[in-house]
């Protein structure tokens, strides 16, 4: 590779999504550079084609690349009937400092991607990597950290592998140490 070699990455099919030509500093940093034009979402194999400036070329092996723009999503926390110690079990009023939760699962939720218990201001609660076996029942349980007496406002968040991010709407509980029934 030389000063003034053109690089293109190319799919498959043999279209090309980027080009560059090699400047000295690329030379002297060992690499270049390339943005593609946009990728839809799926696995591509793209490849690398040099040509220099007498038209002679190659072109490398096809690397595998999977564009993920999705995000994982969920349905809203929802106090446990086991921790909801309230005048109902489904009041979301509760004495329970590090209550537990489910947070329901839909279908672009995959294995190992991340879901976490926030409040409002992004404070992480609890967190837990989705396995198999949630998939298959639909849902996470997740427990909170210590949360304080008073209003609380608890959103799940969905980070898949790829970085992509959703947050669902947030259910409002209250910690009433009052009203312990214990």
Known sequence: VGEGDLVELILADGTVVAT???????ITAGTIQLTTSMLFEGQRNVAARLVDPSGNGTTTAALAVTIDTTSPTGQT???VAAS???ASNDDDVTADTTPTFSVGLDGSVDDGDLVELIL???TVLASATV???DILVG???LTATELSEGSQDIAAR???TAGNSSTTAALSIVIDLEDDPS
């Not at 560059?20 to 690329?26: E, F, L, M, Q, R």
């Open 20 to 26: 560059a030509t090699v400047g000295a500093s690329d």
């Open 131 to 133: 396995q198999a076996s």
């Open 120 to 122: 409002s201001d992004g």
């Open 77 to 79: 926390p929802d106090l």
């Open 158 to 160: 969905f980070t898949d």
């Open 84 to 86: 909801d110690t309230g």
């Open 139 to 141: 849902s996470i349980l």
